[in-house]
Structure formats: structure tokens, C-alpha cells
């Protein structure tokens, strides 16, 4: 039998045949991460304002609370909690319109859903137009997809896999538009790739353990682009065994 995530991988890709469907521009894929990223963002807003879409209960009640606390000292919360003999308010009975406590009308809170906006952002899929929420106050900081960001994660990683093998910034560019439909900026690559020297240079500057009783040496051959022309050079890794027994890459 068939466990739940086979069942809806068949109901997913029951209507869809070829790789293009699948992987393409407008591929299934390219929509399901529109949906998750979508989704990802509104569980975000829900967390933000602390009520779910659509759940005016929850909004009522939070409301009630805050201006509440918004209202009182905390000499008047002792004053105002019911004694063993009165009847507890319930927040079940507590509508948005009309809440009254300790004498003072609740007002609405100054946070709450404001619609959408839209942000275009490259995925490893292409490019793809996401449906941002808003809050009223502009609080709201997405993580998933933060402000001024315009690219979902692992898209980073394909403009260096491209650099990585000896292609030219015109030559990423090109890749990335036949492949992906997606147009980037050679400032773009260069700021990417020049990100990944930085942490090269600090890993080839770190320390070393005095002592590796076992020290392996290797060579790759890889294309590298000077001036315009490719060439063959090789890289030599030097990976070391220290006196725990664990692996490191002493230097490349």
C-alpha cells in the first residue's frame, strides 16, 4: 500500500508528462514554489500579528487583551480580576464590535492585514511574481523572502557552480537567460562571486593543528579563464587526518 506522500505525488504529476511540464517555464515545480513560497509568507503574517487570516475571533480576543493592558496599571489588573464569587468573562463571549472592561471601551487594534504587493524574485525554476502580505503599521519583516531581497536561496548557488567552472560573467548571463528566462546583471555575478572569495580567503588563512599523523594529497584538473581563453590547470588538495581521527582540508 501505498504510503501519503507517494498518493500525492501521483495526484501531481498525474497530468503532468514531459520534462518541460515538469522543469519547464510554466513546469509544476515553477508553481509549486509560487504556492510554498506564497504560503510560507502568510504563516509568517499569521505569526507577526498573532491571529490567523480570516479569524476574527482570535482578533477580537487579542485585541481585547492588549487594550487592556494598554489601559490598566498593574494596580488596576489586581483590582479588576474577578473574585471566586462572580462569573469569569469567557473569551468565547467576546465579540470585535463592543468589548468593554473595567469601564473602557476596547478600540481597534492599529495592526491588521493590508492586502499584498507584488515582488518578482528568481528562483532556480526562473523567475517568479509572489503575492507579499502587508501589515497596516509596516511592521511585518518576512524572513522567507526578506525586503529588498531578489532571489530565494539556492539560486546563489548556481551563478557559483557556473563560475566555478571556468565560465565568464557574459557566459553566466547567457546560461542563465536560454536555461532559466532569468536576465541578471554582470554586477550581480561579480557581487556573488566576489562573496565566496571572501570566505575562501578566510578559510585558506585559518589556523592549523600543529600535528596530522595522515596527510592525503590529490589533484583536479579544472578549466580556468584567463584573459578571454580557457585553460587546463590542476588544484591540489591537501586533506589531513588529526590525532582525533577526523578529516580536514588543510589547502587547496
Known amino acids: 500500500m501505498k504510503d501519503l506522500t507517494e498518493v500525492l505525488l501521483d495526484e501531481l504529476l498525474k497530468d503532468y508528462q514531459t520534462p518541460e511540464q515538469i522543469l519547464g517555464e510554466n513546469g509544476i515545480l515553477k508553481q509549486l514554489t509560487k504556492r510554498l513560497a506564497e504560503r510560507a509568507l502568510q504563516a509568517e503574517m499569521t505569526h507577526h500579528l498573532g491571529y490567523a487570516k ?6 477580537a480576543n487579542k485585541e481585547t487583551l492588549d487594550n487592556f493592558i494598554n489601559h490598566n496599571t498593574d494596580d488596576d489588573l489586581l483590582e479588576e480580576l474577578p473574585s471566586t464569587e462572580e462569573e469569569t468573562i469567557q473569551p468565547s463571549t467576546i465579540s470585535e464590535e463592543t468589548v468593554s472592561l473595567a469601564g473602557k471601551p476596547a478600540r481597534k487594534n492599529s495592526n491588521a492585514r493590508n492586502g499584498t504587493t507584488k515582488k518578482t524574485v528568481r528562483t532556480d525554476f526562473g523567475k517568479i511574481e509572489l503575492e507579499v502580505p502587508r501589515d497596516r503599521a509596516g511592521s511585518f519583516e518576512p524572513q522567507f523572502v526578506k525586503k529588498h531581497e531578489r532571489t530565494l536561496n539556492g539560486f546563489d548557488d548556481k ?37 565566496v572569495l ?21 589533484g583536479l584538473v579544472v578549466k580556468n579563464r584567463e584573459e578571454g581563453i580557457a585553460h587546463n590547470k590542476c588544484v591540489y588538495l591537501a586533506l589531513g587526518i588529526n590525532t582525533e581521527g577526523r578529516k580536514d582540508e588543510e589547502r587547496l
Not at 163 to 182: F, N, W
Not at 203 to 215: K, M, T
Open 198 to 218: 571572501d570566505e575562501v580567503k578566510q578559510w585558506q588563512q585559518r589556523p592549523l593543528e600543529p600535528i596530522y599523523p595522515v596527510v592525503y594529497l590529490d
Open 54 to 59: 480570516h479569524d476574527y475571533q482570535s482578533k
Open 159 to 195: 551563478v557559483i557552480s557556473l563560475y566555478s567552472r571556468g565560465m565568464s560573467t557574459r557566459d553566466i548571463q547567457a546560461h542563465l537567460k536560454e536555461i532559466y528566462g532569468v536576465d541578471v546583471s554582470s554586477t550581480f555575478i561579480s557581487t556573488v562571486t566576489d562573496s
